[in-house]
């Protein structure tokens, strides 16, 4: 065979690898916890962290240095190359809910404790 022969059959292999890519189907694996605004919006200002548990589930990491501050993380690579990650920290202060930031609105009645 032909040094063009070689070549040529090198560069077909070589293309259908990318082409491979394409065809083969890979599931989608969503990581973490999912949290919808509706959930977040049960959150209330001095709300114990047991009550916390209840509304959003365990977060997903947990700090050993810091137990004040919960993290609930989600993410999602779906094949359509469109990452989806939403994030929601929790500030606690002897173990009451004190505040959160990420990428969920605040509820309007945030600030209102649970009694009231």
């Known amino acids: 065979?032909?040094?063009f022969g070689v070549l040529l059959v090198a560069i077909i292999g070589l293309?259908?690898?990318s082409l491979?890519?394409?065809v083969v189907y890979r599931?989608?694996?969503p990581q973490g916890n999912y949290l919808e605004q509706e959930d977040v919006d049960k959150l209330r200002v001095g709300m114990t962290e047991e009550q916390v548990i209840f509304v959003l589930g365990n977060p997903v990491a947990e700090n050993s240095f810091d137990s004040d501050r919960w993290v609930y993380l989600y993410n999602m690579d779906p094949n359509s190359g469109k990452?989806?990650?939403k994030e929601l920290v929790l500030t606690f202060n002897?173990?009451?809910?004190?505040?959160?930031?990420?990428d969920f609105d605040k509820p309007e009645?945030?600030?209102?404790?649970?009694?009231?």
């Open 83 to 85: 990452d989806f990650r």
């Open 20 to 22: 491979l890519d394409k």
């Open 94 to 102: 002897n173990k009451q809910l004190q505040d959160f930031k990420g």
């Open 27 to 29: 599931i989608d694996i």
């Open 15 to 17: 293309s259908g690898c």
């Open 109 to 116: 009645n945030f600030e209102q404790p649970l009694d009231q």
């Open 1 to 3: 065979m032909s040094r």
